[in-house]
Structures are given as structure tokens and as C-alpha cells.
Nanobody, 123 residues
Framework: QVQVVESGGGLVQPGGSLRLSCVAS????????MRWYRQAPGKQRELVAA???????EYADSVKGRFTVSRDNDKNTLYLKMNSLKPEDTVVYYC?????????????????WGQGTQVTVSS
């Protein structure tokens, strides 16, 4: 099984910055992809940024130029540096990890989610 834990959310003023972290742990053989999503109440969860292993980093148009995603592969950790935050960035941010892990008696592709971290942008 894979555990995913996010941290770093909080309250920040418009124009401010925050850095979110996400740590994946468990019987992980390799990481396929690590992604940040966000979800506002009553809306669908949307992809913010993705870091496929061996692939190109992707960003949602709404965060390009303001958010930067990075990974520490040795620590199975994903970061999201958020600059120039806007009130509309006020949502819960979730980390999603696609990994090859040992689960239910065999190695398999496992899709795991964290519990989410709240970001509030307000003056």
C-alpha cells in the first residue's frame, strides 16, 4: 500500500506565496507520475501540474507562470511552489501518486491520493 501525505497549505494574502509538499511512502518500487490537483466546493477536481517520470512537466493554463512543480525522486517527494496567489486559488489541493508498488500480494500499478491541504488566499 502507498501512503500520500500533503503539507504546506494555509492562509496567505493575495500576491503572496506558498510551497506545498507531498510525500509518498510504502512498498514503492518506482514512481510513474506525481501530480497536483485541486478542487473547489461543488466543482470537479482539476489537474494543476503533473511530473511524469521521463516525460515533460505539464501545467494548467490557469497557473502557468505562477506555479512551479518539482520532484525529489530520492525522497519520493513532490513540491508545488505557488507565487502571485489569487483569491481564486483558494481551494483544497490534492497530491496524486501513480506508482509501481507491492499491494495485495503482488507488484502492481497503484493510484493513491492524499487527504488534501487547504490553501486560502485572502486579505
Amino acid at each position: 500500500q502507498v501512503q500520500v501525505v500533503e503539507s504546506g497549505g494555509g492562509l496567505v494574502q493575495p500576491g503572496g506565496s506558498l510551497r506545498l509538499s507531498c510525500v509518498a511512502s510504502g512498498n514503492i518500487f518506482s514512481i510513474v507520475d506525481m501530480r497536483w490537483y485541486r478542487q473547489a466546493p461543488g466543482k470537479q477536481r482539476e489537474l494543476v501540474a503533473a511530473t511524469p517520470t521521463g516525460g515533460n512537466t505539464e501545467y494548467a493554463d490557469s497557473v502557468k507562470g505562477r506555479f512551479t512543480v518539482s520532484r525529489d525522486n530520492d525522497k519520493n517527494t513532490l513540491y508545488l511552489k505557488m507565487n502571485s496567489l489569487k483569491p481564486e486559488d483558494t481551494v483544497v489541493y490534492y497530491c496524486n501518486v501513480d506508482s509501481l508498488a507491492f499491494y495485495s500480494g503482488s507488484w502492481r500499478d497503484v493510484d493513491s491520493w492524499g487527504q488534501g491541504t487547504q490553501v486560502t488566499v485572502s486579505s
